[in-house]
């Protein structure tokens, strides 16, 4: 099976625009979640869609967004780009049956985002 | 809320050794899901291994094994006989019962092997 894919890899956008960023789950993946890592927060969650609605959201502003369609690809919206959101963006999927029965989550490559 | 903490910036072992990476973590549910990542620099999250808070045998995947010690609540990874392709960081996270997608990550440790 193919991995989990993200699109596009490297991104450098300037502060005010908005960027959207693509990830295309595991073939039978439902859930995809994102999660920001920088250097000075670690890796932190932001949100999760299962079947095309938001599961889970953890505490990021409004700004940003996401959404999922009905062949499970996800994107994630940022707008009103800041300095402070340069990051890896990681996209990652899962399905019942890992390990132990519960959930694991495989994750892609991942976006770099350069906010200048 | 959930936390993990590892305290190990920075561990160096060498080829063909055993190195044991330390997380403790703090939580309130009384069932949750303990995980390890390996992030090599080109960025991706691997999926190493993965403890269930009521499994009752460590984990085991290949080399990689899981010192889970409940009431201490730590969750130690134990790689035996490191490659020089270990290098890398390596995360601890951990999720609420019945999901894994709201993964809470410690800081990480990066591992170097040595010749």
């Known amino acids: 099976k193919a991995g989990v894919t993200q699109t596009p890899r490297y991104l450098i956008k300037t502060r005010g625009q908005q960027v959207t960023l693509s990830c295309s789950p595991i073939s039978g993946h439902r859930s995809v979640s994102w999660y920001q890592q920088t250097p000075g927060q670690g890796l932190q969650f932001l949100f999760e869609?299962?079947?095309?609605?938001?599961?889970n959201k953890g505490n990021f502003p409004g700004r940003f967004s996401g959404r999922q369609f009905s062949n499970s690809r996800s994107e994630m919206n940022v707008s009103t780009l800041e300095l402070g959101d340069s990051a890896l963006y990681l996209c990652?999927?899962?399905?019942?049956?890992?390990?132990?029965?519960?959930?694991?989550?495989?994750f892609g490559p991942g976006t770099r985002l350069l906010v200048l | 809320a959930q936390k993990i903490t590892q305290t190990q910036p920075g561990m160096f072992v060498q080829e063909k050794e055993a190195v044991t990476l330390d997380c403790t973590y703090d939580t309130s549910d009384p069932s949750y899901g303990l995980f390890w990542y390996k992030q090599p620099s080109s960025g991706e999250m691997i999926f190493l291994i993965y403890?269930?808070?009521?499994?009752?045998q460590n984990a085991t995947e290949g080399r990689y094994s899981l010192n889970f010690q409940k009431a201490r609540k730590s969750a130690n990874l134990v790689i035996s006989a490191s490659q020089l392709g270990d290098s890398a960081m390596y995360f601890c996270a951990m999720t609420p019962a019945g999901t894994a997608s709201k993964l809470t990550f410690g800081t990480g440790t990066r591992l170097q092997v040595t010749l």
């Open positions: 869609y299962f079947s095309e609605t938001q599961r």
């Open positions: 990652a999927s899962s399905f019942l049956g890992g390990p132990g029965g519960r959930e694991t989550q495989y």
């Open positions: 403890q269930g808070s009521y499994d009752q």
